[in-house]
């Protein structure tokens, strides 16, 4: 029964994100989230000792998101249905891949119906950097950044949490995850007060990042992937981010990163890749395979191993 409770939830959230995506009008626990940390940023993030209160925050509101839900679980462990129910609901809330696709997919379509201004408007939906100097291949380019990137951020890690911890396991990664969106930048601002969710985002993708590369090479069978996984990844100035995007260049054999402007400051990225190219409908459509294929075999990796260990305990 147990390997059931982890399993169903898993496949359930899984058709429920590819199915429904991320309606607008749903409540969600991440915007919930996203209020909480608003509030203690307005009231904390200022005077003296922000890293020390950005700490103590941060530590807080993670810790009690993991135990909200550990004991919310424990709570529904003698109710298997209802405990499957909404653990359904949970991964639901955890994964974005149908959503991440949509909104990439979206500022394609303006670019191409509209024009580029439309393009660079859209594209100011999904991004941090600045838009208004993006040539339409560049626009191309930095969507399919934020795809690969948000592979592993919206889809592999949250499936990554939920195989160690359940239910607690992936909702605490998307606060952890939110409050790296949220107050994490390197600005006057943000410096001290979001370091600490700045440097645990970074510890918690560490894994998944990797993980996101190698299955985006594996589920494409290209050599040149890898290739650039091993001499790119570690280029980027994250220290996470590199490999997904580095994965996904190598699969299409095309340049992104260098330089770009964020907030009207010049930030000069290292280039992943060397063949500067115009990119097509053709990488588009490879792209969004690549993340539809990279998250099933991550699911269907997570169910053989709950199986494999299930399957052990009982002959053991």
Same mark, same amino acid.
């Given at each position: 029964m147990d390997v059931l409770i982890y399993s169903l939830p898993l496949i359930i959230g899984y058709l429920l994100d590819l199915l429904l995506g991320d309606p607008r009008w749903l409540p969600h626990p991440i915007r919930f989230f996203g209020q909480l940390i608003n509030c203690g940023d307005k009231a904390l993030n200022k005077g003296k000792y922000r890293k020390t209160k950005g700490f103590c925050f941060t530590l807080i509101l993670i810790s009690c998101i993991f135990l909200f839900f550990y004991l919310l679980m424990l709570l529904l462990k003698n109710y298997p249905v209802i405990s499957i129910l909404i653990a359904s609901i949970f991964v639901f809330y955890g994964l974005a891949n149908k959503s991440l696709i949509e909104e990439a997919n979206a500022v394609i379509k303006e670019l191409e119906t509209n024009g580029l201004e439309a393009g660079r408007k859209r594209l100011s939906w999904i991004v941090g950097r600045d838009v208004a100097q993006l040539s339409e291949n560049q626009v191309r380019i930095a969507v399919l950044e934020t795809l690969s990137e948000n592979l592993s951020d919206g889809v592999i890690a949250p499936l990554f949490f939920y195989a160690i911890a359940g239910v607690p396991g992936i909702m605490t990664y998307k606060m952890i995850n939110t409050l790296d969106s949220m107050i994490a930048y390197k600005s006057t601002k943000y410096l001290a007060f979001g370091y600490t969710a700045a440097k645990i985002d970074d510890w918690v993708n560490f894994i998944p990042a990797r993980i996101t590369a190698i299955l985006i090479a594996v589920v494409n069978k290209s050599s040149l992937s890898w290739q650039f996984i091993w001499k790119y990844g570690a280029a980027h100035a994250s220290p996470n !981010?590199?490999?997904?995007?580095? !994965?996904? !260049?190598?699969?299409?054999?095309?340049?992104?990163?260098g330089p770009n402007y964020y907030k009207k400051k010049l930030v000069n990225k290292p280039y992943i890749g060397k063949q500067y190219r115009e990119l097509t409908s053709i990488d588009l459509y490879i792209s969004f395979r690549t993340n539809h294929l990279v998250t099933f075999v991550t699911l269907i990796g997570i169910l053989i191993i709950y199986l494999s260990l299930y399957c052990l305990r009982i002959f053991i």
């Open positions: !981010a590199g490999y997904p995007e580095a !994965a996904l !260049a190598g699969v299409l054999n095309c340049q992104f990163g």
